[in-house]
């Protein structure tokens, strides 16, 4: 009986009503240049052809898995395909993102060489209509994180490649160690289950290339939700909880990243879902709006973040939140709307 092999990567893909542009997804996973993986496809209660798309590359590909189940949200999704994975590693892509064919094998020889607890590379940021916005590069090192030292994490942070789970690869034993699974929450899962992983990592390392290509598509990713505000106050307290590890003589970066992650939410993620949504009224978004403004923990974090007067993004746009004006932010956000040319 011949001994079956242990894949070195798994590569998990929650899919989810994802037919238009999964093909792309799965073409980039099964032509990669490095072989010994296994593709693990989780369809997450599809309504369109996702499903059948799924079946019908594993009958192709042995190296493929597919598992169907009712809708549960990505979060759940993910920790479906962590059950059924067998990899030395693990790697999360979205179904409507694709991997430069060399991702895998230039992974695993930085994983070979360094053994990190993570590994972090670059992404291309690509628009709606299929062109490159931005390309995000890690620093090419290693970031040795440990209980006593370890303000070096938000070097890397900081230059964005921190907030998503899709530009970095997993030892499965660090996270069946530490106990990490997606929580089922309706927004950021990944930055919740990032934050726990960065709270227990010892070590990280970096490829200082672009390996994923990350399509935004605004219509399926920035749905409406009532809880919005109420869900990125939480995830935002998990992040100012996470920064209250780190020696204070890193102030200026924790800040940094802080006021980064709070801009994006509260200046352009939650103005814009409310902005965008045609089932509430012009005074119900004004209520939703207004009842950020006089949250609490908002107030909190409002007096707590420094702005930095050399970084003029962030600090005009903190400024803009500062005023606590409904119509300056839906003014910002249709700014935004029209610049990204967002549908609606």
């Known amino acids: 009986m011949s001994e079956v092999t242990i894949p070195k990567v798994s590569i998990i ?7 238009k542009y999964l093909n792309r997804c799965l073409d980039s996973l099964i032509n990669q240049t490095y072989r010994n993986i ?3 496809l989780v369809n997450d209660g599809s309504s369109d052809n996702s499903g059948e798309i799924c079946d019908n590359y594993a009958q192709h590909d042995s190296r493929i898995t597919v598992f169907h189940k009712e809708n549960e949200g990505a979060g759940l999704t993910r920790n479906k395909g962590l059950e059924l994975s067998r990899g030395e590693y693990i790697y999360f892509i979205d179904a409507d993102d694709w991997l430069e064919l ?15 607890d993570i590994l972090v590379f670059g992404y291309r940021k690509i628009s709606p209509d299929n062109k490159t916005i931005s390309t995000v590069l890690p620093l090419s090192e290693s970031l040795e994180i440990l209980d006593s030292n370890r303000t070096n994490i938000f070097t890397k942070l900081n230059l964005g490649t921190g907030h998503a789970v899709w530009n970095k690869i997993f030892r499965s ?8 699974q997606f929580k089922k929450t309706k927004r950021v899962e990944d930055f919740i289950f990032l ?20 399509q935004i598509i605004y219509n ?18 998990l992040l100012t909880d996470f920064v209250k590890r780190f020696s204070p003589t890193d102030a200026k970066d924790v ?21 965008k949504n045609e089932s509430i009224s012009q005074s119900q978004k004004k209520h939703y709006v207004a009842g950020l403004f006089n949250n609490e923990d908002f107030n909190r974090f409002l007096k707590m973040l420094k702005p930095e007067s050399g970084n003029k993004k962030d ?3 903190f400024k803009i939140i500062q005023q606590k004006s409904s119509i300056l932010l839906f003014l910002f956000a249709a700014l935004i709307v029209k610049l990204r040319k967002i549908p609606h």
């Open 13 to 19: 893909v929650p899919v989810y009503n994802a037919g």
């Open 38 to 40: 296994e593709i693990v």
């Open 102 to 116: 060399t991702c895998i094998e230039k992974s695993v020889f930085a994983l070979n060489k360094e053994t990190p």
């Open 173 to 180: 034993n660090f996270l069946e160690e530490n106990n990490l």
């Open 195 to 214: 934050i726990e992983a960065y709270n227990c990592v010892s070590k990280i390392s970096a490829v200082g290339e672009v390996l994923h290509n990350y």
């Open 220 to 237: 399926s990713k920035n749905k409406f939700s009532e809880s919005i505000i109420e869900d990125h106050i939480l995830n935002f307290n």
């Open 255 to 275: 800040n940094r990243y802080e006021l980064k992650i709070f801009n994006l939410w509260f200046a352009i993620v939650i103005p814009i879902n409310i902005y």
């Open 315 to 317: 600090w005009l746009t």
